[in-house]
């Protein structure tokens, strides 16, 4: 894999940067072959300068972006004057970045998380998290597409558009990190920033054939601006075409911050060495079968292929029976979720003065709100109960297993459209919202019927936010159509570094870095 290599063969003008204008000499081609530490490590050796790297970026945007829809905001001119502060030794010097427009808030820069009901809201200061990627030495230069408020699992927001899929135009990257992961597989940039509260990091991976994975509750920090984010289900991370960027990416947040609702140990050893080391044979634990039913065929024979895979590489596979019900999904997330919107849309509504009116948000976000509105606090208590319960029993599975093996999800990727609201069913929301009738929606049969749509889709991710656990996707095949398929590999919480291990090896056995689309 040609992303690996530490060297190449540069012609005059890079072997002696200095006799030359240091602009506009490193072709798509050229910059598409190297992962983000690959690109920072031709930066720090003036291979190249970190004004290429950002142009052709551009570049590649300006070529792409109008039919993908990825990108949604731009300020070049902020990563220009960043270079200014890059520091050698950062481990992505130079390396051009984007951010996903949710949680993570960027100083002097539009915040929209998707939705009208923010209208032209700017950021006054920077999250810790952003703060240390451009100390790290990245340049974040624009936001990319998601849900509004990243609340379902394909982008598709009425503010911006959707997001399509370059595999395939057609259909969806997935949600709610798509804009980002449409942007990496496209080659805009070698990684980018997502959140995953329900399986937003791991399913546009699998959808857009890249590395992603969710890390353990608590391992990156939402300060200053946010402590926990649905009760600790949502995380930050990353999306990348190699695993060793998303290692590397993770090693910038070992530090801790003062008064984090949750406390994780730092790794034994950075995360990029675990890349590199081959893990000892692993006793692995699948099933496939669903509460919603069973795999499309092709997510299957996939999940089948990486079987062999790893039974191959001196791993024992077992199967499992399904370690949940159908309502661990169906109330514990969604409960959690309706509730977390009704929450989000008081805050704005605060920060404005005025409440959020149905018109400035997407009908069935005021529907989730309004049926949160509805339930009580006593209810709520008692699903954080079965929380617990659900993680102390996957607990009690990794002392037996250390990994957990599932499709990231249960069909390949969707048409555009397919899991929205159907017109019939966005006209009455609109119509029940516009009378104030809402509230009087039953939040049971409401739930349960959006509910059953998604997880149907779905229902592998979830488990992994509601218990803390870290849980990565990986590219792993093609269904008949050519749509990338995904699988998901979950660990104990804090063990990130079995995860790396397992995916460096399964990175070699089977190479993705160079399957590209457009």
Same mark, same amino acid.
């Given at each position: 894999m040609?992303?690996?290599?530490?060297?190449?063969?540069?012609?005059?003008?890079?072997?002696?940067?200095? &006799?030359?204008?240091p602009?506009?000499?490193?072709?798509?081609?050229?910059?598409? /072959?190297?992962?983000a530490?690959?690109?920072?490590?031709?930066?720090?050796?003036?291979?190249?300068?970190?004004?290429?790297?950002?142009?052709?970026?551009?570049a590649?945007?300006?070529?792409?972006?109008?039919?993908?829809?990825?990108?949604?905001? &731009?300020?070049?001119?902020?990563?220009?004057?960043?270079?200014?502060?890059?520091?050698?030794?950062?481990?992505?010097?130079?390396?051009?970045?984007? +951010?996903?427009?949710l949680?993570?808030?960027?100083?002097?820069?539009?915040?929209?998380?998707?939705?009208?009901?923010?209208?032209?809201?700017?950021?006054?200061?920077?999250?810790?998290?952003?703060?240390?990627?451009?100390?790290?030495?990245?340049?974040?230069?624009?936001?990319?597409?998601?849900?509004?408020?990243?609340?379902?699992? @394909?982008?598709?927001?009425?503010?911006?558009?959707a =997001?399509?899929?370059?595999?395939?135009?057609?259909?969806?990257?997935?949600? *709610?990190?798509?804009? *980002?992961?449409?942007?990496?597989a496209?080659?805009?940039?070698?990684?980018?920033?997502?959140?995953?509260?329900?399986?937003?990091?791991?399913?546009?991976?699998?959808?857009?054939h890249?590395?992603g994975?969710?890390?353990s509750?608590?391992?990156?920090?939402?300060?200053?601006l946010?402590?926990?984010?649905?009760?600790?289900?949502?995380?930050d991370g990353?999306l990348?075409?190699?695993?060793?960027?998303?290692?590397?990416?993770?090693?910038?947040?070992?530090?801790?911050?003062?008064?984090?609702?949750?406390?994780?140990?730092?790794?034994?050893?950075?995360?990029?060495?675990?890349?590199?080391s081959?893990?000892?044979?692993?006793?692995?634990?699948?099933?496939?079968?669903?509460?919603?039913?069973?795999?499309?065929?092709?997510?299957?024979?996939?999940?089948?292929?990486?079987?062999?895979?790893?039974?191959?590489?001196?791993? =024992?596979?077992?199967?499992?029976?399904?370690?949940?019900?159908?309502t661990?999904?169906?109330?514990? /997330?969604?409960?959690?979720?309706?509730?977390?919107?009704?929450?989000?849309l008081?805050?704005?509504g605060?920060?404005?003065?005025?409440?959020?009116?149905?018109?400035?948000?997407?009908?069935?976000?005021?529907?989730?709100?309004?049926?949160g509105?509805?339930?009580?606090?006593?209810?709520?208590?008692?699903?954080?109960?079965?929380?617990?319960?659900?993680?102390?029993?996957m607990?009690?599975?990794h002392?037996?297993?250390?990994?957990l093996?599932?499709?990231?999800l249960?069909?390949?990727?969707?048409?555009?459209?397919?899991?929205?609201?159907?017109?019939?069913?966005?006209i009455?929301?609109?119509?029940?919202?516009?009378?104030?009738?809402?509230?009087?929606?039953?939040?049971?049969?409401?739930?349960?019927k959006?509910?059953e749509?998604?997880?149907?889709y779905?229902?592998? =991710?979830?488990?992994?936010?509601?218990?803390?656990?870290?849980a990565?996707s990986?590219?792993?095949?093609?269904?008949?159509?050519?749509?990338? +398929?995904?699988?998901?590999? @979950?660990?104990?919480?804090?063990?990130?570094?079995?995860?790396?291990?397992?995916?460096?090896?399964?990175? /070699?056995?089977?190479?993705?870095?160079?399957?590209?689309?457009?």
């Amino acid at each position: 894999m040609r992303w690996w290599i530490s060297g190449r063969t540069l012609d005059l003008r890079r072997r002696f940067p200095c &006799l030359y204008e240091p602009t506009n000499i490193m072709t798509f081609e050229e910059y598409r /072959q190297y992962d983000a530490l690959g690109l920072a490590a031709l930066v720090r050796t003036k291979a190249v300068y970190p004004n290429e790297l950002l142009e052709t970026a551009l570049a590649r945007l300006v070529e792409v972006n109008p039919k993908l829809n990825a990108i949604i905001e &731009l300020f070049p001119d902020r990563a220009r004057q960043q270079m200014a502060c890059l520091q050698q030794d950062s481990p992505f010097y130079g390396v051009p970045f984007l +951010i996903k427009d949710l949680l993570m808030e960027l100083a002097g820069t539009p915040y929209r998380m998707g939705s009208r009901a923010m209208g032209d809201f700017q950021s006054k200061e920077n999250s810790w998290a952003a703060t240390i990627l451009e100390e790290a030495g990245l340049l974040i230069f624009g936001k990319t597409n998601l849900p509004e408020f990243g609340l379902t699992v @394909t982008t598709e927001p009425e503010r911006f558009g959707a =997001t399509h899929n370059p595999w395939n135009l057609a259909h969806s990257p997935g949600g *709610s990190s798509g804009g *980002s992961a449409v942007a990496v597989a496209s080659g805009i940039v070698p990684m980018a920033s997502g959140g995953d509260g329900g399986g937003s990091i791991r399913i546009p991976a699998a959808n857009c054939h890249i590395f992603g994975l969710k890390p353990s509750r608590g391992r990156i920090s939402f300060a200053p601006l946010h402590g926990e984010i649905w009760n600790g289900a949502v995380v930050d991370g990353c999306l990348s075409r190699s695993v060793r960027d998303s290692a590397a990416y993770l090693d910038l947040f070992s530090r801790t911050v003062p008064g984090e609702p949750f406390k994780i140990s730092p790794p034994e050893r950075p995360f990029l060495e675990e890349v590199q080391s081959t893990p000892k044979p692993l006793k692995i634990a699948y099933f496939s079968e669903h509460p919603y039913g069973a795999p499309h065929p092709d997510v299957l024979k996939v999940l089948e292929e990486t079987i062999v895979r790893l039974r191959s590489a001196g791993h =024992t596979v077992t199967e499992i029976p399904l370690p949940y019900d159908k309502t661990v999904f169906t109330e514990l /997330q969604t409960y959690l979720v309706a509730t977390e919107t009704a929450a989000d849309l008081n805050v704005i509504g605060h920060e404005r003065g005025r409440p959020v009116k149905p018109y400035e948000v997407e009908p069935s976000t005021f529907l989730l709100a309004s049926i949160g509105r509805k339930l009580s606090a006593a209810k709520f208590v008692e699903a954080k109960r079965k929380w617990n319960a659900l993680s102390r029993k996957m607990g009690e599975l990794h002392t037996q297993y250390p990994v957990l093996l599932t499709p990231v999800l249960a069909q390949p990727p969707a048409p555009l459209g397919a899991l929205s609201p159907t017109r019939s069913e966005e006209i009455a929301v609109r119509l029940l919202n516009r009378l104030g009738l809402s509230h009087m929606v039953q939040y049971g049969n409401a739930l349960e019927k959006m509910a059953e749509k998604l997880f149907s889709y779905t229902p592998y =991710t979830p488990l992994a936010n509601l218990t803390g656990q870290p849980a990565m996707s990986v590219p792993s095949g093609f269904s008949q159509a050519g749509l990338p +398929i995904g699988c998901m590999f @979950t660990a104990a919480i804090g063990d990130e570094a079995t995860l790396f291990r397992l995916a460096g090896q399964l990175e /070699q056995i089977r190479p993705w870095f160079d399957e590209r689309p457009l």
